[in-house]
């Protein structure tokens, strides 16, 4: 592509990013084929502005996308993942902690305590989900499946009390009492 289109594609890349128009930035890196390192300024003033602002989950978005320093990114997705946690969305920050290749202790710490939050709040299936998607524990997986079977056979819901049983393996016994109701 001659010179003169690649900088009219930079210009116009530029503009969008400038606006806060990213996808339509994005559209316009694809039409022309820009590299990452002809807007690399560009998406660092860009990065640097959804930062003043606090944005910061939008912010290592671009330094992901785009290929910015690993550290920029990091930055970002730490202070995003520590507003998550500090609001209470602990399952949202372990989720953003493992997507965005957070440090794994950090993911670790935000799923148990998404994990202990939904076992005080009764959410036992939700905390044995936590438990299986995050790794944590196999006592941990099976107190919160143990709660969610006995959850659903004191609410009269053998059927989901069966399920749990076999999803989470519990003993066997447990499965027979749920399919004896049943019967």
Do not use: W
Not at 37 to 56: C, E, F, L, P
Not at 123 to 128: G, I, V
Not at 135 to 163: C, F, I, N, S, W
């Amino acid at each position: 592509m001659p010179e003169s289109k690649l900088m009219e594609g930079v210009r116009q890349f530029t503009i969008k990013m400038n606006l806060g128009a990213y996808k339509e930035a994005a559209k316009i890196k694809a039409e022309f084929g820009l590299s990452n390192d002809m807007i690399q300024g560009a998406v660092r003033t860009a990065y640097d502005s959804v930062m003043k602002k606090g944005d910061y989950s939008l912010a290592a978005e671009l330094a992901k996308q785009y290929d910015l320093p690993l550290d920029l990114r990091l930055e970002a997705a730490e202070r995003s993942f520590n507003r998550k946690i500090d609001s209470g969305q602990y399952l949202a920050a372990a989720d953003y902690a493992k997507e965005l290749g957070l440090p794994e202790d950090l993911v670790r710490e935000a799923a148990l305590q998404a994990y202990h939050k939904s076992m005080s709040f009764g959410l036992y299936k939700n905390a044995a989900e936590i438990a299986v998607n995050f790794a944590l524990p196999v006592k941990m997986l099976d107190d919160a499946a143990t709660k969610a079977y006995e959850q659903h056979m004191q609410a009269g819901l053998y059927r989901k009390a069966l399920k749990v049983a076999q999803k989470y393996k519990l003993p066997l016994e447990l499965a027979a009492a749920a399919e004896k109701r049943l019967s």
